[in-house]
Structures are given as structure tokens and as C-alpha cells.
T-cell receptor, first 115, second 110 residues
Framework: ETGVTQTPRHLVMGMTNKKSLKCEQHLGHNAMYWYKQSAKKPLELMFVYNFKEQTENNSVPSRFSPECPNSSHLFLHLHTLQPEDSALYLC??????????????FGQGTRLTVV | SQQGEEDPQALSIQEGENATMNCSYKTSINNLQWYRQNSGRGLVHLILIRSNEREKHSGRLRVTLDTSKKSSSLLITASRAADTASYFCATDNAGNMLTFGGGTRLMVKP
């Protein structure tokens, strides 16, 4: 248990569906991240939030829409996805951006399959 | 962009043997971190080594860092079957904007 909880753990959705991934952390952190992990590829940083403000959008397609209503919660809204978007989506948190020499805490991930 | 690259991509050893994984990176860093991932699960932080440190130990883990060569190694001594997992290095060069490598898949056979 890392203190970062992701739901759901598994999700199968059609290309025309709309779904959301949820991440919650109970660590008092102020930075939260979405990563995408595809088979045989390095982890790809998608979005970064620091004190609820988005600071990084790593050229992610608009069919992925993040939302950070407060420092403890992070969502990833999905719509009209493609089969190549199937992957493990990982949420992480850390104290805050700019604080060096601290680690990131990861959730267990959501395994997304787009059919 | 990928900062760290692990070598080898896959490693298979017998229980009790030592496992060594290497990581190379391209730009200057504040620190380098190693994470472990069991199949299909989240990543778990193992150890952090700062740019001004050369070696660090944590239990059966030993990490070295050579900033002149932009490389790091992770040594797991006296491996156990439970050490079977993927291991990733991550570099921090901008205060927690971690960039991960492709990982080393370690299999420890009982």
C-alpha cells in the first residue's frame, strides 16, 4: 500500500465510450502525475499537476483530458479512444514540483483495454 | 523523451546469485532513482542516490552512480525468487519530473 489509490483497476471500453480514471492520494502531496505504460515501451509522462495547476502536457492527444479538483484527487477523462491507447495508466504523487531528492509514490494502475 | 536506458533488458539468474543492472542517461541530474514493478502493478521506490553521492546501500541493494560516465548500477545480492520483477531507473533533473528508462526484467529461478 503506497497511499495512492487508483480506480478502477481494470477497464474495457469501446472506442465511442466515455470513461474516467480516478486517482486519490492520502500522503499530503501537492504534485500528481499521469503516466502511460505500453508494452515494450518506457513509461511516458502524460500530465503533471502542481498545487492543482497543470504544469505539463506532454503532447498528449485531446481524447485524454485530465482534471485535478484538489491536491488529493486526479482524474483522467477518456473519450473516443483508439485501440493503441490500450495500456497501463499509472498515477503518481510527490511532495511538490521543484523539491529535489524526493521520491514518487505510484498507484497500482488501471489496465485499460480499448476494443 | 527517454532519459535512462537500462541494460540488460532481461536477466535470468538462480536464487542466491547476484543481479546487476545498469542504467545510462544523457543529461545532468539532481538524483537518480531505482524503482521496482511487479507484473502489471504500480512502481515501488527502492532507492535514491544524489548527484554528489557515488554509492548507496539499502539492505541487499547497492547502487552506484558515476556522473562522469552518466551511468548507474543496481546490484541485488543473494537474490530470491521474490525479487522477480522489472526494475527501472529514473532521473530527476528538474525537481521531481522523473524520466524513466525501459526497464530490466529480472527473473530469479528457485
Amino acid at each position: 500500500e503506497t497511499g495512492v489509490t487508483q480506480t478502477p483497476r481494470h477497464l474495457v471500453m469501446g472506442m465511442t465510450n466515455k470513461k474516467s480514471l480516478k486517482c486519490e492520494q492520502h500522503l499530503g502531496h501537492n504534485a500528481m502525475y499521469w503516466y502511460k505504460q505500453s508494452a515494450k515501451k518506457p513509461l511516458e509522462l502524460m500530465f503533471v499537476y502542481n498545487f492543482k495547476e497543470q504544469t505539463e502536457n506532454n503532447s498528449v492527444p485531446s481524447r485524454f483530458s485530465p482534471e485535478c479538483p484538489n491536491s488529493s484527487h486526479l482524474f483522467l477523462h477518456l473519450h473516443t479512444l483508439q485501440p493503441e491507447d490500450s495500456a497501463l495508466y499509472l498515477c503518481a504523487s510527490s511532495h511538490r514540483l521543484g523539491q529535489v531528492n524526493t521520491e514518487a509514490f505510484f498507484g497500482q494502475g488501471t489496465r485499460l483495454t480499448v476494443v | 523523451s527517454q532519459q535512462g536506458e537500462e541494460d540488460p533488458q532481461a536477466l535470468s539468474i538462480q536464487e542466491g546469485e547476484n543481479a546487476t543492472m545498469n542504467c545510462s542517461y544523457k543529461t545532468s541530474i539532481n538524483n537518480l532513482q531505482w524503482y521496482r514493478q511487479n507484473s502489471g502493478r504500480g512502481l515501488v521506490h527502492l532507492i535514491l542516490i544524489r548527484s554528489n553521492e557515488r554509492e548507496k546501500h539499502s539492505g541487499r541493494l547497492r547502487v552506484t552512480l558515476d556522473t562522469s560516465k552518466k551511468s548507474s548500477s543496481l546490484l541485488i545480492t543473494a537474490s530470491r525468487a521474490a525479487d522477480t520483477a522489472s526494475y527501472f531507473c529514473a532521473t530527476d533533473n528538474a525537481g521531481n519530473m522523473l524520466t524513466f528508462g525501459g526497464g530490466t526484467r529480472l527473473m530469479v529461478k528457485p
